[in-house]
């Protein structure tokens, strides 16, 4: 009688350890794992004729009981209904939150649907940087797709908004040196007995340091839906960077194919679109303002091709 007590009594504790386990792993867990980033959103039964919606704003105003947010600089209204996915990241972790844990003035990437009425409606609210430890509110990584050195702005591939840069702005990267190195010092070494050794320094880049097609990663604060403002940007191939300055005197000029050259060097000189072409004063200049015999100062990267990709060009002394 005793033994199928016990039995029973093991019996029941498992199952009531399963019933655990089973709910632990559910969906309506908190402790469930979050559905990766690039989930579709929207499924077709959802919202098939809807207009779709991606933007990232900071929080202007919240309504708990009505779950409505609405976002600076955003003209929509924001309802994040029962299924909903909100997180932030957390370590590099994604953490589900409540609709409670939102802050007014949090940035936050907004993915939806836009209703007839012109609600939208949200599937993903994400939390960028809700305690300001990181210093910014989003990071990615991209290639340079457009770059204006007078307006100190640039837009990459991966992203709509346009990315601009202030006087905090850091930009750096880490340039690679490799020296030979003897691995011993008893005998002479033979080339094929010497050890490659990399050396890297942390090196500061100007603005006009960058040109389209830089892979960088990127910072930034959330400005509003159209615009970021980039708080760091770290040039990821700048151990291909070789930007090189001189002064020559312009032996030709070429306004169809915006190309220059120089009395006495071999470079030719391409003028990259959104260049900075100044006066001596910092005025800004055409390319047509330009003529053979004038003496320049000439910033630029050389190109795989044997060019010079021209970033900046300043006429010291006209002819």
Request: with cysteine.
């Amino acid at each position: 009688m005793l033994k199928s007590t016990l039995i029973q009594l093991v019996r029941s504790m498992i199952g009531f350890a399963l019933t655990a386990i089973m709910i632990g792993c559910s969906g309506s867990s908190p402790n469930s794992p979050v559905s990766p980033l690039d989930k579709p959103l929207t499924s077709p039964d959802d919202c098939p004729n809807c207009v779709q919606v991606n933007f990232s704003a900071r929080i202007q105003s919240l309504n708990q009981e009505m779950f409505r947010v609405t976002f600076a600089g955003v003209p929509d209204t924001v309802y994040a209904l029962q299924n909903c996915e909100m997180f932030k990241i957390v370590a590099g972790h994604q953490v589900r939150i409540q609709f409670a844990d939102m802050q007014i003035n949090d940035s936050v990437e907004v993915n939806g649907h836009r209703e007839a009425n012109g609600d939208v409606i949200a599937q993903r609210l994400r939390i960028m940087a809700s305690d300001g430890t990181c210093g910014y509110d989003l990071a990615f990584r991209d290639s340079i797709a457009t770059i204006d050195y007078t307006a100190g702005t640039f837009t990459v591939y991966g992203r709509a908004e346009t990315i601009a840069i202030d006087e905090n702005t850091v930009i750096w990267g880490k340039i690679s040196t490799r020296q030979n190195a003897a691995l011993g010092d008893s005998e002479p070494q033979t080339n094929q007995q010497r050890e490659r050794i990399i050396k890297d320094r942390d090196t500061i880049f100007t603005f006009t340091d960058l040109e389209i097609g830089d892979v960088i990663e990127v910072r930034a604060n959330v400005v509003d839906e159209a615009n970021l403002l980039a708080v760091k940007i770290k040039l990821a191939n700048c151990a291909d960077k070789q930007c090189i300055t001189f002064d020559a005197v312009l032996a030709t000029v070429d306004l169809d194919n915006n190309t220059v050259t120089f009395v006495d060097l071999d470079w030719v000189g391409t003028v990259c679109p959104n260049a900075q072409l100044l006066d001596g004063e910092g005025n800004e200049l055409l390319l047509a303002d330009f003529s053979a015999g004038d003496q320049v100062s000439v910033k630029g990267f050389p190109a795989a091709d044997g060019t010079l990709k021209i970033c900046i060009l300043t006429l010291v002394s006209p002819v």
